[in-house]
Structure formats: structure tokens, C-alpha cells
């Protein structure tokens, strides 16, 4: 279930950076530990880009397979700062220049003396949004939604989704446990089933909003407590059932027992079991030696 929801100051997080978020010890963070950021200059290494980040705290500088890259320059002009301690983002985002709604930060590079970077944050009140507070939350009319680009909010989410097929009231971004950094999946909940028949039978959409235009898969979110909606659990002895049907005819759980019976009726035989894929469930980080 999502970790907090907005109210109804609803599209305040769509442009702002709210001093606002989740209580640690009696401090109020913000932001996720992991800052994007681009437009590096080519001649910036890892080290160059340490120095110039160093000053608002422990940090590891980090960019995609970097393990296999056996470079020291980041390959495609962007890396991710990975920080020791939220304080030292929201330190980072204070001395920040804005233009135009984003954020910049000058580091010198031998080709220049001082290069503006893009800084871009995760704001952590940007992971849920509450599109219809009037509506009850029913997570069996919540789909998943893989290939999210990382940039886009929930409140950018729910809206994208409300666009193709109404009646949204939900929208959630799946961040990763330990940074609380978008995975590139998220949830949306509908308040209608028909509005949800029509997300799941999709399977792949395009997805536009601003200058996002990606095409994204969409999929029932399998829940992991259901008990079988045929028996009830008594021919499983009350354990959760493994097997989700999202075919227009069922969209029910149903225990193995549950599944072959019903699944060996003529015009069912073809229908595909979905279960909770690995992929799905957060998994934890090894902490970092700073």
C-alpha cells in the first residue's frame, strides 16, 4: 500500500519542491538520497564531479553498469549522486539556481570554467497522489504500470491515465526502499471496473504528458493476500491464492485446486494464470561504504 497521500492541495507538487515529507528522527526529509544529474561536461570524471558535490556531504557518484564501463567518465553525460544524508540534498537544492522550473548547478571542467549541470531531485511527495479523495481506494482495480519514465510524478501519472481512461483516483510511484528513488514502474487505481477492464485489456499504451511521450505496459497488480475468490481458501486451507486470472470472464484468485476446475471449461482452457512477479516486490540495497 502506498506510504502517504496528498490532499487535496493536489497539483502544488507538480512544479515545487515542498520543504515537506517523511519524519527520520525528528528530522523532515524531502527528497530521495539519489540526485540526477545531466549536461555534464565530457571531461568530468568521477573525480571532478566528487569535488564538486563534496561540500554538501558523503557522497558516491554512480550512472548505469558502471561496473562494465571501466571508465572513470560517466558514457552519456549523466551520472547520479548518491548521498550519505538527505540534509546534504536539500543543502544542494538550496544553492541551486531555477530557470524555467528546473534546477542548475555550475562545476568547473577544464573546457570551462564553469559549467551549469542540471540538478534534478526526487521530490518524496511526488510518489502518491490522491486524484479523487471522495472515491474508496480498490486495489482490485489497480493495474501496474511498467517503463515509467523516471522523471514523471504520480500527480503527472494519475493525470496521463485519467486522459486515456477516466475515472482514476489513484496513482503511485514505486521507489526502491533504501533510496526512495523511482524503479521505472508505478500503480493506478480506478474507481470504476470498467474503466480498469479497459486499462488491462490495453497491455501496452502510449503514454503522453509534457514532454514525456513513452509507450508503457499495463497488467492487473497481483496482489499477494487474496484468498481464492471460488472457494474462499477451504480447498487451500486458507492460504493465499497464487494464480490471477485478468480475462474479462474471470478477474478473479483462484487456489490451484480452483484454477484446473474452472479452467477446464469449454472457452476457459486458454485463459493464462498471472502470479506476483519477483520484479514487483521492493528488494533491499546493501548498505554503502561511504
Not at 561536461?41 to 558516491?60: H, K, M, V, W, Y
Not at 555550475?106 to 479523495?133: E, G, H, N, Y
Not at 519514465?149 to 496521463?160: C, D, G, H, N, V
Not at 483462484?254 to 482452457?269: A, K, T
Amino acid at each position: 500500500m502506498a506510504s502517504h497521500l496528498l490532499n487535496n492541495s493536489l497539483l502544488s507538487g507538480l512544479t515545487n519542491y515542498p520543504i515537506s515529507g517523511f519524519a527520520n528522527g525528528g528530522h523532515i526529509e524531502s527528497f530521495s538520497r539519489k540526485v540526477f544529474v545531466g549536461g555534464l561536461p565530457p571531461d568530468s570524471d568521477e573525480n571532478d564531479i566528487t569535488a564538486s558535490f563534496r561540500q554538501f556531504g558523503p557522497l558516491i557518484v554512480d550512472w548505469p553498469h558502471k561496473a562494465e564501463t571501466k571508465t572513470s567518465f560517466p558514457p552519456k553525460g549523466y551520472c547520479f549522486l548518491l548521498f550519505q544524508d538527505e540534509m546534504s540534498v536539500q543543502k544542494l537544492m538550496e544553492a541551486c539556481q531555477e530557470d524555467d522550473g528546473k534546477f542548475y548547478w555550475c562545476i568547473p571542467s577544464t573546457s570551462t570554467k564553469d559549467k551549469p549541470v542540471q540538478i534534478r531531485p526526487w521530490s518524496l511527495i511526488d510518489s502518491d497522489f490522491l486524484m479523487d479523495a471522495s472515491q474508496p481506494l480498490d486495489l482490485r482495480k489497480t493495474v501496474f504500470v511498467g517503463g515509467v519514465p523516471r522523471p514523471l510524478k504520480a500527480a503527472e501519472l494519475a493525470i496521463a491515465m485519467d486522459q486515456l481512461y477516466g475515472n482514476v483516483c489513484y496513482a503511485g510511484i514505486d521507489t526502491d526502499p533504501e533510496l526512495k528513488y523511482p524503479k521505472g514502474a508505478g500503480r493506478v487505481s480506478f474507481s470504476t471496473q470498467q474503466s480498469y477492464i479497459s486499462a488491462i485489456s490495453a497491455r501496452f499504451v502510449q503514454l503522453q504528458f509534457g514532454d514525456i511521450d513513452k509507450r508503457v505496459e499495463v497488467k492487473p497488480y497481483v496482489l499477494d493476500d487474496q484468498l481464492c475468490d471460488e472457494c474462499q481458501g477451504q480447498k487451500s486451507a486458507g492460504k493465499s491464492a497464487p494464480y490471477y486470472c485478468a480475462n474479462v470472464a474471470c478477474l478473479q484468485y483462484y487456489c490451484e485446486n480452483c484454477w484446473v476446475q474452472i479452467h477446464s471449461r469449454p472457452g476457459r482452457e486458454f485463459h493464462k494464470p498471472l502470479v506476483k512477479e519477483g520484479a514487483d516486490r521492493p528488494k533491499s540495497i546493501p548498505p554503502f561504504k561511504w
